[in-house]
């Protein structure tokens, strides 16, 4: 192989390295980068669903205490009656939502305990705003089935809570392995590339010693005196050609 092939083939080995590693880095940061983003998309949106369920459910009971225990419990005002309907509509649709967006183990057990006791929830609070109620049935019927939906809302809210936690856990151990695995990598590029900075010098520096050293040799054989004083290699090789050349063509002539 030519000398001119081995320096093709040594940078072209450091060119590798160098874009492997780059290759890698960029990898291990996007798959990073992916698993973070899951979290935020598995769980971040099932909090926020929890957290209007239960601002929902909140009003949707002031609306209903109001109607035991307000000024004027026989009627309901237009504001009310319409909070109350904003309230159950995002209230439903947060539930809907969060039933396709089940992604932790029990969760599906705790929305399907949710849809059965919002529906009890809904039933009764539609019955006391249509006829009606008395402290006994509040504090009897209506509290027990509020308490149950926000318990229920509380669990799911949790389970999410906890999954972050250990998601973010688990990402945190992913990226010290990813820094470790990128420092053994990086590290063995390093020393491979040190090498051949080393060696291709010292390749390079040796063959043109040796040739300039035959040709010293062969100028003293030959009579020819040379000044080596430098330490230029190359230059005391081509210094030595050119002494050779000269004395070749006065020998023709």
Not at 10 to 26: A, N, Q
């Amino acid at each position: 192989m030519s000398l001119r092939s081995k320096l093709t083939v040594g940078l072209g080995f450091l060119f590798v390295i160098i874009f492997s590693l780059t290759v890698y880095s960029s990898y291990q940061i996007q798959e990073l980068s992916k698993e973070a983003q899951t979290i935020l998309k598995d769980n971040y949106d099932s909090l926020v669903y929890c957290k209007n369920m239960l601002l929902a459910l909140e009003d949707m009971s002031l609306i209903v205490s109001n109607r035991f225990f307000g000024s004027n419990v026989s009627k309901t005002s237009v504001y009310d009656t319409q909070l109350f309907e904003t309230s159950k509509s995002t209230f439903e649709g947060n539930i809907n939502a969060e039933k396709g967006n089940i992604t932790e183990i029990n969760e599906r057990d705790y929305v399907d305990e949710l849809n059965i006791n919002y529906g009890r929830y809904l039933k009764l609070c539609l019955a006391i705003y249509e006829k009606g109620g008395n402290p006994a049935q509040y504090f009897n019927d209506f509290l027990p089935i509020y308490a149950n939906v926000r318990q229920t809302i509380v669990k799911i809210n949790d389970l999410n809570m906890q999954a972050v936690e250990r998601k973010s856990q688990s990402t945190k151990r992913n990226a010290s392995n990813m820094i470790t695995s990128m420092a053994v990598i990086g590290t063995i590029c390093i020393l491979l590339a040190f090498f051949y900075f080393w060696y291709f010098p010292f390749y390079i520096s040796n063959t043109i010693s040796y040739l300039a050293k035959k040709m010293n040799e062969l100028l003293k054989d030959m009579g020819i005196k040379i000044d080596t004083k430098t330490k230029d290699e190359a230059f005391v090789l081509l210094q030595s050609i050119n002494l050779l050349e000269n004395k070749l063509i006065q020998g023709k002539k």
